[in-house]
């Protein structure tokens, strides 16, 4: 398949109904977007496209190495978006891609919000 997704609800009633969930994908390459970054670079334009203005996400980059992207989008004005805090890792291997998300439909809190992006940070490529 050209992708595979796991949804994880963390906190909610269920995976249709979750206040906080961590999403796993895994595509092939996309010929055209350079790696990590023009991924990130990809979903920042699409995102805008779909609440232009006052209403556009805001994307925040928070690590980069040479294969990976981790980033933090605040959306709270734009009901297109999944949710409206997010965390993101982006990992970019020579025959997979993978997206790690973390989706906060409410308040995320100093302490979880590290937990969180330590979790992120943990996942690499061998």
């Given at each position: 398949p050209?992708?595979?997704v796991d949804l994880i609800a963390t906190r909610g009633h269920s995976v249709d109904q979750w206040e906080e969930a961590l999403e796993i994908m895994s595509i092939v390459p996309v010929r055209g977007i350079a790696g990590a970054?023009?991924?990130q670079a990809q979903m920042q334009s699409a995102a805008q496209?779909?609440?232009p203005g006052s209403a556009a996400p805001q994307f925040t980059q928070l690590a980069q190495d040479e294969v990976s992207v981790t980033f933090e989008v605040r959306a709270p004005?734009?009901?297109a978006e999944?949710?409206?805090h997010a965390l993101y890792r982006l990992v970019a291997g020579?025959?997979?891609w993978f997206r790690l998300?973390?989706?906060e439909k409410g308040p995320l809190d100093a302490?979880?919000?590290q937990q969180w992006l330590d979790l992120l940070a943990s996942a690499h490529l061998q």
């Open positions: 050209a992708h595979l970054v023009g991924w496209a779909r609440c004005n734009c009901p999944r949710a409206p020579k025959r997979s998300s973390v989706f302490t979880a919000r």
